[in-house]
């Protein structure tokens, strides 16, 4: 009864805080224990899932393609649609012809399309990606709405896996319809689309001829460098267009770049003595490729430029040229009286006999 009347002291509140903290600790240890318990208990589950899916679908897939009837294909039971999925799209990735209609074939056989149209709409990100890979390969015209949809989203990585469906299924209406989003969706990597576009490039070509001439100054660059990459052939008007004299300089780089047309070879003389250095660059790169012997002492006069990258292309634009001579080249570089044209011109050659 006394000892229920003398007052508690801080110290053992503290003591008992003390106590209750160390019982939550271990509790909480407890459960992070458990969670990773139960956490290797479904991965070892998954890994066994997955290895008797293999067991089981490797040598059935490799049979149908081998010449197999797609009939003697076992059920495709729902917990294992995506490990057929993976396993699926990588032998469509791997493999062509008509190997990849014969994996076709298996997918509208096993409902590939159902399944992958509702994880296109309703599925997690990794189910949405998978989805995407798959409509492609199949050609599957019915989820064009939903691909598209899924190509303006702000996701990069499935809105460019969602437009390289698209191209699978219609290369024609694909280059159509996304050409507003080549333009504005700088996430996309070029060299990318360039993959995903060389089965359209005439198509692509056509649209780019009609329309560069109309797109933002800001989003010209990049269609131009989609061009560069897809190596296009534009039409003589839009590329002196590009390479008008009042254009800003990273559009008239990039337009010497594809100029590859003697008719515009009057502009490109003019812009091997600009004042911005990349576009002498370009401008004699452009007479490497499409130069005439009246351009040769523009060339060697370019051997002498203030800056070391113009005088080392225009080095390489006289050694590639086919009407200039070996012996013509060594005459120039012992007859120059710049030093820094004789040193450029013997390195050039220097590198041609390492090559």
């Known amino acids: 009864m006394v000892r229920d009347l003398v007052p508690s002291t801080p110290s053992d509140t503290l003591l008992e805080l003390a106590f209750w903290a160390?019982?939550?600790?271990?509790?909480?240890?407890?459960?992070?224990?458990?969670?990773?318990?139960?956490?290797?208990?479904r991965l070892r589950r998954a890994e066994r899932r997955e290895a008797y899916f293999l067991a089981v679908w490797r040598p059935a897939l490799l049979e149908v393609l081998a010449g197999g009837s797609v009939r003697a294909l076992p059920?495709?039971?729902?917990?294992?649609?995506m490990s057929f999925l993976k396993y699926w799209t990588y032998l469509q990735e791997s493999l062509r012809g008509s190997a990849s209609q014969t994996l076709n074939q298996v997918g509208f056989a096993l409902k590939v399309p159902q399944f992958a149209q509702q994880w296109l709409a309703s599925g997690r990100r990794s189910e949405r990606l998978l989805a995407i890979l798959a409509l492609g390969h199949l050609r599957d015209k019915s989820a064009w709405d939903a691909l598209f949809a899924q190509a303006v989203s702000d996701d990069s990585?499935?809105?460019?896996?969602?437009a390289r469906a698209l191209l699978q299924i219609d290369p024609v209406r694909g280059v159509q319809h996304?050409?507003?989003?080549?333009?504005?969706?700088?996430?996309?990597?070029?060299?990318?689309l360039a993959v995903m576009l060389a089965a359209s490039r005439s198509e692509l070509e056509g649209l780019l001829s009609r329309k560069i001439t109309r797109v933002d100054p800001a989003n010209m660059g990049r269609l131009m460098r989609?061009?560069?990459?897809?190596?296009?052939?534009?039409?003589?008007?839009?590329?002196?267009?590009?390479v008008?004299?009042?254009?800003?300089?990273d559009i008239l780089v990039a337009g010497l770049r594809l100029v590859n047309n003697a008719e515009l070879l009057p502009q490109v003389r003019g812009f091997a003595k600009h004042t911005h250095w990349t576009i002498r660059v370009q401008a004699v790169k452009c007479l490497g490729r499409i130069g005439e012997p009246t351009d040769?002492?523009?060339?060697?006069?370019?051997?002498?430029?203030?800056?070391?990258?113009?005088?080392?292309?225009?080095?390489?634009?006289?050694?590639?040229?086919?009407?200039?001579?070996?012996?013509?080249?060594a005459a120039?570089?012992?007859?120059?009286?710049?030093?820094y044209a004789q040193d450029i011109l013997g390195q050039v050659f220097a590198e041609r006999v390492g090559a």
Request: charged share 20%; hydrophobic share 55%; glycine share 2%.
């Open 296 to 329: 040769v002492p523009l060339l060697a006069e370019a051997l002498q430029d203030r800056e070391w990258w113009v005088r080392y292309r225009a080095a390489q634009a006289l050694a590639g040229l086919p009407f200039v001579t070996a012996d013509e080249m």
């Open 178 to 192: 996304l050409m507003p989003l080549l333009i504005k969706r700088h996430d996309w990597d070029i060299n990318r």
């Open 22 to 41: 160390g019982v939550v600790s271990i509790l909480l240890t407890l459960l992070m224990a458990l969670s990773i318990m139960v956490l290797r208990y």
């Open 244 to 249: 008008d004299g009042a254009r800003p300089v």
């Open 75 to 81: 059920t495709l039971a729902r917990v294992d649609q």
């Open 332 to 339: 120039l570089r012992q007859n120059s009286p710049d030093r």
């Open 157 to 162: 990585l499935v809105s460019l896996q969602a």
């Open 226 to 242: 989609l061009a560069e990459a897809l190596k296009l052939n534009l039409p003589a008007e839009v590329l002196a267009y590009l």
